[in-house]
């Protein structure tokens, strides 16, 4: 298997044929062998199966690819405008820690997350864990060095008090 810069993953006919004898549940692969895709062309509709899908050819970079996915979350407009240092400030507040110590380390991990360009996807997580809320779906406690963060426990990602525990975000954002 090779997953490549646009994080597409692409298995060898070997590994297909390997996979699908072993018994495990494979939905769909793309298959990147010419020939094999040329027999199948040739050959597919005596079988009455379906013709193999050709993997998408980008013209672009990887990393504008990348750009591309993460300034096209679907959510609510509300949710896309939301300043997060305000709805996060007031997270703070309506859960009785606004002081020095907490809101030090807010602004601090805030810089963090928009040095990597990560504000998009902290908003989706703020318009998920509402969801999940408001449709009564349980959510874990944390995951990893997932519950180092304020923010992401201030978003209801996790229920671990990351500075009362003296966890280090930088082990999340590293």
Known sequence: MITDA???????????LEEMYSGSAIDQFVINDTNENKLHAQHHKHFEIHSLQQAPTLDVSPED????????????????DMDLNVYLANELVNQNMATDQYTTRLVEELEEYTKRNMLDILRFLVYLM???????IVTGIGRGSSVSSLVLYLIGVHYIDPVKYNLS???FLR
Not at 68 to 78: A, E, V
């Open 6 to 16: 646009y994080g597409s993953v692409k298995f060898s006919v070997k590994e297909t």
């Open 65 to 80: 690819f990348h750009d591309i996915l993460s300034s096209s979350w679907l959510m609510p407009q509300k949710y896309k």
């Open 130 to 136: 509402n969801v999940c809320r408001n449709n009564s």
């Open 169 to 171: 975000y930088k082990e």
